[in-house]
Structures are given as C-alpha cells and as structure tokens.
C-alpha cells in the first residue's frame, strides 16, 4: 500500500509538472490575427500547446509602452517562457529577463545580450531573393514595387534581397521602394501602404511586395481594388513586353473591369502564406493576385523553442533560420499554381541551392 501510495504521488507530481509548463506571448504592433508575423508566432504557439501539452496566454499591447506591463505579468505568475514577438519587444523582453534569472525567454527578430533570453533571427534577404527573382521574371511592364513597414535595418534586409533578386533575373527591372513609416505606426497603416501602392501602379509597378506587418493589408485591398494596370495609362517610357498570364482563367469581374490591352497586378505576400488573400472571387480556379508569399517561418521557430524549453534544452543567444534550415521560403499552392509555371520553379530551386551552397551570396542593405 505504501507503494502505491509513494508511486501515486509520484505520477501526481509529475502531471503537476508535466501541467506547469507555461509560455506567456507578447505581440507586436498590428495584433494577433496580423494575417502576417504575429499570426505566424501564434499559430507556432497554438501547435505547441495541441501537441505538447504547454499552456499558453498571450497580451496584445494596445499601445507599444504597454508591452513591459505584459511581459512583467507573465514573469510574476513564474511562466516558464516568454517570448517577446518583434524586435521592437527587445527592451521589455531584456529587462524582465535581467529581473527573473531563474526564467527563459525568448525574443523574434533581435538579439537581446541577456543571458537567459533565446534570440530568435531570420535571413530574411534570403527568402526575398527568392520571391524578388519570381517577380521579376513575371512582370509585365520591367518595373515592381516594395513597399516597407518601418523604415528599419530589419526590414531593410527585406528589401535588399529582393532587389537583388529582381535584378538578378532581369539587370534591367526596376524596383520603387517606400516605407510606410518610422514609428511603430507604420505596422498598422494600411490606408498609408494602400495610397503608396496606388503611386507605385502609376509608376508602372504591376507587383508589389509588402513586408510591412498588417499593413500590407492595404497593398491587397489595392490591388483587388484595381486589379490591373492598362496600357493608355502607362507612365512615359513604360511599357507591356510580356503577356505570362494570357491563357489563365479570369474571373467575370476582371474580364469586365480589365478589358482592352490590360495586365494583372499581384501583391507578394509575407511572412505567412498569404496567397489566400488574392483569391478575389473566391475561385482557385481563376486568376490569383498573389503572385506568392515570402514565407518566414516564426512558427516554426517559436515552436521549437518552447519544445526546447520543455525538453530541458533551453539555450540562450542567437540563432538564425535561414533557407538551409527551412527557416524562409517561398510559397507554392492551389493558388498560385497556374502562376508560377514548373520551368519557373526549378529555375528558383536552383537559385535557393545557390544560395544555400555559397555560391549566391545575398546582400542584407
């Protein structure tokens, strides 16, 4: 009996603690359901509590001064993780971790020098190449557009890569980039990225990548807007010299809205698999305007860690996801299969090996 009993509460103190195990999520700027990064950490999160068992509560800040009250409330409750999503989360993350030791802590997109924090980067020039590449080799008109967040070292990466991708397919493109902003505003703009998408289209742009939170809402709602650029409004020296998508099925709406001699507009998509959002006419069947979606796996990366917490195998300081582990990418789906053709494909998966070999080297500014 007495056994039973020590063996009773043994199993009873490992469920405790098997149930102890709590992960506290502090969003960035542009909220939860962002369709973009902060949705990407979530899902992360979400996939970790169905398969692991963890706990997990989360604070969006309504104001970004709020975030230390969130991180600091997850900290007095004795969570075993906390993961600020966002570089802008460094300070709070930072100085909670100095004031909680005994604690880990996870950050996204920084590197914070404590030492009980895991800093959780991305090669995200790499994965824009990539989409920059596509871009380029499926514009119409020879010039695209990048339409950034906060004005930014990180998102600046962004840019980079995809300019160097655009101009590795085609030396001759053009690539027109602008910012929503400097402040943390510029994440939660959309009406901003819309009016700059609507002078990019007048430049000439017919794809327009948007690395800038949920405001690339408004570069979407943009081109399902206008869901086409038409030759007799085409700016000086700007022109039509490819057709790619002749032969794809066109909703309704767009054959009427776009008759005459008219090209598509596509948005690029970002962190999250984005290519839903240009199915217009809810029909895969026809035309998408999602071209594709630079695809920066914060799932993965916040799962991961809180995996590594759980196992006993936190480690602190900086790691990077790049192509080589999954960490970017490009997405390819139902709906942008009739896109992006198999010859485009493998052109871009030689390209990623280039990369990933060394032989490609991408630049981060």
Known sequence: MKKFLTLALAVSVSLAGAQAMRVGLAYDAGGKFDKSFNQSAYEGS?????????????????????????????????????????????????????????????????ISAEKNVASLTFSEQEGSYLVGYLAAMNSSTGVVGFVGGMDIPLIHKFEAGYTAGVKAANPKARVIAQYVGTTPDAWNNPSKAKEIAGSMRAKGADIIFAAAGASGNGVIDYVKQT?????????????????????????????????????????????SNQNYLGDFDKNPATMNHGLTSMVKRVDNAVYQLISDVKDDKFKAGSRVFGLKDGGVGYAVDQYNKALITSTQVAKVEGIKGQIISGKIKVPTK
């Open 227 to 271: 869901q086409c650029l038409k030759a007799g409004s085409l700016p000086s020296g700007v022109k039509f010299t490819t057709d790619n998508f002749k032969a794809v099925k066109k909703s309704a709406a767009y054959t009427k809205a776009c008759a005459g001699n008219t090209r598509p507009m596509f948005f690029i998509g970002v962190d």
């Open 46 to 110: 979400q996939r970790a509590a169905k398969k692991l068992g963890v706990q997990v509560k989360d604070f969006e800040p309504s104001d970004p001064s709020q975030v230390i009250q969130g991180v600091r409330s997850f900290a007095n409750e004795g969570f075993d993780l906390t993961i600020g999503v966002g570089f802008a989360n460094n300070a709070s993350i930072s100085q909670v971790a100095k004031e909680n030791p005994d604690l880990y802590f996870g950050l996204v997109d920084d």
